[in-house]
């Protein structure tokens, strides 16, 4: 590649490099995803967006990659991000921008925010999936018994969430990668950890697949939302607040999942061919 331009963007800190493929090659491969990722050799990033032809209506299709060169299903902060550049580029206030989780519609909420319809949540063992059938409403994790039952949801992407008296106080970097790729979790998972603070009120902190503690999840701000209010902890609708700021989460009646949040343009550039040389 002689030079692929980008765009560093991010919603409350979970950052990403955003590029357009619609007009010229941008695949990487692993090595290449992993090397752009770098955060001292590369630019760095929680996860590779790549925009690129619709398949199915939309707008445009959203490609995901972690830095680790995993693909990933989905990515609500990234999809608020990318909507967010589509919107300006066609004039809209709502698009529907499709991914491998199926066409999201993203809508301008005003003020630098975007909301995103995430879809459906899918609560059953095997639309998570796990690697047998438990009540995904509350079950033991081997090897985590300490956190307590974890409730499991997949929004477009598997999650496991643990509600902790101080989300505060757990050491994420010591135990989100032995239970992100835990045996129950066939195609590994998110890792959210949760206080409630109020019945509208969570603080939740995550260890991501494929990409470590970010800064913020969207897609686990809505598994979180979803698993407090299965239990009774919370009403549908709740701020969550992450490490790099709060998301607003509304589980609907029909089951979908919205979520409002901001975005932000950081700078932009060109990759350069001795880094892609990998």
């Not at 919603?11 to 990487?28: E, I, K, M, Q, S």
């Not at 001292?40 to 929680?46: A, F, L, S, T, W």
């Not at 919205?258 to 975005?263: A, C, D």
Request: aromatic share 6%.
């Amino acid at each position: 590649m002689s030079g692929l331009p980008f765009t560093k963007m991010h919603g409350l800190g979970n950052d990403f490099v955003v590029v357009d493929g619609r007009t010229r090659p941008a695949a990487l491969t692993p090595a290449q995803y992993r090397a752009v990722g770098d955060r001292r050799r590369g630019v760095g990033y929680d996860q590779f967006l790549t925009i690129l032809p619709p398949r199915n209506g939309g707008v445009a299709y959203m490609a995901i990659h972690n830095p680790d060169g995993s693909e990933a299903q989905a990515c609500g902060n990234g999809t608020r991000c990318v909507a967010s550049l589509l919107m300006r580029e066609t004039g809209r206030r709502e698009i529907a921008l499709e991914t491998v989780a199926g066409r999201l519609i993203c809508t301008d909420a005003g003020d630098g925010r975007v909301t995103v319809d995430m879809g459906p949540a899918r609560l059953n063992w095997d639309e998570i999936p796990l690697a047998a059938a438990v009540d995904t409403l509350s079950f033991t994790v081997p090897g985590a018994e300490a956190f307590g039952p974890a409730t499991s949801v997949n929004m477009g992407n598997p999650h496991a969430v643990f509600f902790v008296p101080d989300a505060e106080a757990v050491d994420l970097t010591g135990v989100g990668p032995g239970i992100e790729h835990n045996p129950l979790f066939p195609e590994r998972a998110n890792i959210e950890f949760a206080t409630v603070l109020a019945p509208d009120r969570l603080r939740m902190r995550v260890w991501e697949r494929g990409a470590g503690i970010t800064q913020a999840c969207g897609s686990g701000a809505c598994a979180t939302l979803v698993a407090a209010a299965r239990r009774g902890l919370t009403e549908r609708r709740a701020t969550v607040v992450l490490d790099g700021g709060a998301l607003e989460i509304f589980w609907r009646e029909d089951g979908h999942v919205e979520m409002t949040g901001p975005v932000a343009t950081s700078f932009a550039g060109t990759l350069d061919p001795d880094l892609l040389a990998g």
